[in-house]
């Protein structure tokens, strides 16, 4: 796929590491290329599966609110720890002393549970979609696979 529209760090949904003004600038330069070269673009191909993103998160608690809300407070009580991971991986925050505590695929797995449980969940495909790419989001992370070097005894 050609790069076409207005692309920053964000955006790129790049692995973390590569979302900086460098790779931005790069994207940009990309931009300009192609805009001169509308006939032999210059072509960007990702080796990252489609994954969950914050809005899943808030796709599935809407449809909660609308269809149980008396199970929103416990379907959000295990999204709500587990939705910061995008911002800081879950292995990061257990290095840095600021994870809550029980894994992050655990309440992944629960809430999906719980979002079966519904009445209408087989009638939402969507919503079920939506919250298989989050529990498979945080079993594929490097502290889902138990990979973080704090699950390691010294």
Do not use: K
């Not at 290095?95 to 894994?103: E, K, L, S, T």
């Not at 979002?115 to 298989?132: F, K, N, Y």
């Amino acid at each position: 796929m050609a790069l076409r529209g207005r692309v920053g760090p964000r955006e790129c949904r790049a692995w973390r590491p590569w979302r900086t003004v460098e790779m931005a600038a790069a994207w940009e330069w990309i931009r300009a290329f192609n805009r001169e070269h509308p006939n032999d673009p210059i072509r960007i191909f990702g080796v990252i599966p489609v994954q969950a993103q914050p809005e899943d998160y808030d796709a599935v608690l809407d449809h909660v609110r609308g269809s149980a809300p008396e199970r929103l407070a416990e379907v959000a009580s295990h999204l709500a720890p587990i939705r910061t991971a995008h911002h800081t991986a879950e292995h990061v925050q257990r290095a840095r002393g600021i994870h809550p505590g029980r894994p992050f695929a655990d309440h992944a797995r629960d809430a999906l549970a719980l979002i079966r449980s519904l009445p209408d969940a087989d009638h939402d495909d969507g919503i079920l979609t939506r919250m298989r790419l989050i529990v498979d989001f945080h079993e594929r992370s490097i502290a889902g696979q138990g990979l973080s070097t704090d699950d390691v005894a010294v």
